[in-house]
């Protein structure tokens, strides 16, 4: 449970790094003259909504996990490695980097009040859920539901985090030098990621 647990952390960092979950945020923010407060209380608000969408999937697929795991309990300890290497394998294969960026230029022709904004990003950050993080979900269902919520627990207090964090740090100008790479290359580090987690949890059992 551990390599899953450290797992997590790791798809949930490379996860917030994407630029398309904070940029057009902070986009709106300087274009719409938002107050530091103002930005970092929407920032939570969205970034809960991503985790919270996230998570109700999440759980859901370790009730499955959990069935699974009592069905065929002679077996688990070989079908949960073996399914987080498969899907990091169709992870790193298929490398299909995100394309939601939205410029300042963008959000000019597009003038919201405020609380449009808010329910926009909140509804988009929550209908997108962190699908990647959901294999794992998969996996703690077979070590059952104490370790499904701690999964749950630290995905959501690093995503939050980490997305607020980016986008503070945006907003005063810091460039986010690697987030490019990350984006381009997010299902590559995420294959990865599931690929060792799965076979350290074959052994680590």
């Given at each position: 449970?551990y390599?899953?647990?450290?797992?997590?952390?790791?798809?949930?960092?490379?996860h917030?790094?994407?630029?398309?979950?904070?940029?057009?945020?902070?986009?709106?923010a300087?274009s719409?003259?938002?107050?530091?407060?103002?930005?970092m209380?929407?920032?939570?608000?969205?970034a809960?909504?991503?985790?919270?969408?996230?998570?109700?999937?999440?759980?859901?697929l370790?009730?499955?996990g959990?069935?699974l795991a009592?069905q065929?309990?002679?077996?688990?300890?070989?079908?949960?490695?073996?399914?987080?290497?498969?899907?990091?394998l169709?992870y790193?294969t298929?490398?299909l980097p995100?394309?939601?960026?939205?410029a300042?230029?963008?959000?000019?022709?597009y003038?919201?009040?405020?609380?449009k904004?808010v329910?926009?990003?909140t509804?988009?950050?929550?209908?997108?859920?962190?699908?990647?993080?959901?294999?794992?979900?998969l996996a703690?269902?077979?070590?059952?539901?104490?370790?499904?919520l701690?999964?749950?627990?630290?995905?959501?207090?690093?995503?939050i985090?980490?997305i607020?964090?980016?986008v503070?740090?945006?907003?005063?100008?810091?460039?986010m030098m690697n987030?490019?790479f990350?984006e381009?290359?997010?299902k590559?580090?995420t294959?990865?990621?599931?690929?060792i987690?799965g076979?350290?949890?074959?052994f680590?059992?």
């Amino acid at each position: 449970m551990y390599s899953i647990i450290t797992g997590t952390i790791l798809l949930g960092i490379t996860h917030a790094l994407i630029p398309n979950h904070w940029l057009p945020l902070v986009a709106i923010a300087r274009s719409e003259k938002w107050e530091k407060y103002e930005l970092m209380l929407v920032a939570s608000i969205t970034a809960s909504a991503h985790v919270m969408g996230t998570v109700i999937l999440g759980i859901a697929l370790g009730m499955v996990g959990s069935k699974l795991a009592h069905q065929y309990e002679g077996y688990v300890h070989v079908i949960v490695p073996v399914l987080l290497i498969i899907f990091g394998l169709i992870y790193f294969t298929v490398n299909l980097p995100h394309h939601h960026h939205v410029a300042n230029k963008d959000v000019l022709q597009y003038k919201k009040s405020k609380t449009k904004w808010v329910l926009i990003f909140t509804v988009m950050m929550f209908l997108s859920p962190c699908l990647e993080v959901e294999s794992l979900f998969l996996a703690a269902g077979a070590y059952g539901w104490d370790d499904i919520l701690l999964l749950a627990i630290v995905y959501a207090t690093i995503s939050i985090t980490g997305i607020i964090t980016l986008v503070m740090l945006a907003f005063k100008g810091v460039q986010m030098m690697n987030s490019q790479f990350i984006e381009h290359n997010e299902k590559r580090i995420t294959g990865m990621v599931l690929i060792i987690v799965g076979i350290v949890t074959f052994f680590l059992h």
